[in-house]
């Protein structure tokens, strides 16, 4: 079983940054991958980033290319995602999830509870 919390969410201006942060417990990233995925209202949950655990390889949704970056620290057991240049379309409550790196939600084995990001234009 695998515990994750997410971190660092909030309010900011367009253009502005936030981090991300996903904590494990229990058996940790031990997974393959771990992703994060965001659900903004009356749509639904949409795949933004993961990293594969052994190797570091790192997969984006094109949308956030250039602007956001996945990483993983193995000591800390945890995933970040750095967002950049945010933009209104970017509001929404934010998903650490692991188990996979694939783009659809059913792939992963555990979430957590989320945490909302604002981007006021």
């Known amino acids: 079983q695998v515990q994750l919390v997410e971190s660092g969410g909030g309010l900011v201006q367009a253009g502005g940054s936030l981090r991300l942060s996903c904590a494990a417990s229990g058996r940790t990233f031990s997974t393959y991958g771990t992703g994060w995925f965001r659900q903004a209202p009356g749509k639904e949950r949409e795949f933004v980033a993961a990293?594969?655990?052994?190797?570091?390889?790192?997969y984006y949704l094109d949308s956030v290319k250039g602007r956001f970056t996945i990483s993983k620290d193995n000591a800390k057991n945890t995933v970040s995602l750095q967002m950049n240049s945010l933009k209104p379309e970017d509001t929404a409550v934010y998903y650490c999830?692991?188990?996979?790196?694939?783009?659809?939600?059913?792939?992963?084995?555990?979430w957590g509870q989320g945490t909302q990001v604002t981007v006021s234009s």
């Open positions: 990293i594969r655990w052994s190797s570091g390889r790192t």
């Open positions: 999830a692991a188990g996979s790196t694939d783009a659809t939600p059913r792939a992963y084995d555990y």
